[in-house]
């Protein structure tokens, strides 16, 4: 899966969206609704990002856990940019892309705007180009000689969760789940309601987060 950030040209081949695992029934979730033949389930995670061993601050963001249930033996196409985020009932918001997600952790000062351009690395893949070309920067050769190790995969930071852990895009026949990104730097005592909106097609299902 290709998938681009500004200027970022990022080959997925060996780090492909993962998302989470799905709870068995759209039940074990705190809401749930159905499109159709389509079931829909969500958590409410404020700025938590749940990861293997590990809970990450994502300050910048609300973070949404989606799940999707699809119909018995039929494919359903999924994407995070069906879903839009609707705050006191007025204001909405469409989720960004998780690589952004992971700049904003990675940089937290950058803004995306100003400056050049800086990479951040998640694991096997590099987000960002080399100066002056159109490639992307990859991580130098290991040296011969590996320490004692070596082989052991590192642990897993915060901007490689939200990455891997995002929800995937894609057709889905089987529960497929994964976290939605949606930037707010405000109170969050501010926040009076919050609304998931789902659109798929002609069909919008409006889920209650509180």
Known sequence: ???TFGMCAIALASCALA????????GDYPVEARVGDVEIAAAYLVHTLPAEGANFLVPDYLVVEIAIYPPESEAVAVAGGQFRLRMNGKKEASA???EM????LKYPDWEGRHGPEPQVTLGPVILGRRPGTGQVSRPPAAPADQPPNAD?????????AAVVLAFPDGLCKRPVSGYLYFRYDGKLRSI???DLIWQRGEQQATIRLF
Do not use: C, F, I, Y
């Open 1 to 3: 899966m290709l998938r």
């Open 19 to 26: 998302g989470t695992a799905p709870r068995p029934k759209p």
């Open 96 to 98: 960004d892309t998780p």
């Open 101 to 104: 997600v992971a700049m904003s």
């Open 152 to 160: 052991r995969p590192p642990a897993q930071t915060a901007a490689e």
């Open 192 to 194: 009076k309601s919050l």
